[in-house]
């Protein structure tokens, strides 16, 4: 299984990005889709999931400035980031879960994982 994510780089605080990822081979599947991130010297953090049927859940820490959408029918989903924050610099990861409800954004555990993109946001 391979995720892909593209769509990374460096921005000023205050500006956008938009990350996505492509699992292909999970077209037109019941699916949840999310990003994770990790900063230098801290945790893995959730960040958000989107299931196959829209709904989707976020982190406090980025709720009302990130917004993530999957298309179904193509397998990818996309992480729209405004009012990026310096604290939101990191690798950001895409996972995946075939079957998954995505109905607990903090204790999911996906089992496919992508390589991970940097982003990083100079204040």
């Known amino acids: 299984v391979q995720l892909v994510e593209s769509g990374g780089g460096s921005v000023q605080a205050g500006g956008s990005l938009r990350l996505h990822c492509a699992a292909s081979?999970?077209?037109?599947?019941?699916?949840?889709l999310g990003w994770f991130r990790q900063a230098p010297g801290k945790e893995l953090e959730r960040v958000a999931s989107?299931?196959?049927?829209?709904?989707?859940r976020y982190a406090d820490s980025v709720l009302g400035r990130f917004y993530v959408s999957q298309d179904n029918t193509k397998g990818t989903a996309t992480l729209r980031m405004n009012s990026l924050k310096a604290e939101d610099s990191g690798v950001y990861i895409c996972?995946?879960?075939?079957?998954?409800?995505?109905?607990?954004?903090?204790?999911?555990?996906?089992?496919?994982w992508g390589h991970g993109i940097q982003v990083t946001v100079s204040s």
């Open positions: 996972a995946a879960e075939l079957g998954g409800t995505c109905y607990n954004l903090g204790s999911w555990h996906p089992p496919h």
């Open positions: 989107v299931h196959s049927n829209g709904s989707a």
């Open positions: 081979m999970f077209a037109h599947k019941t699916l949840c």
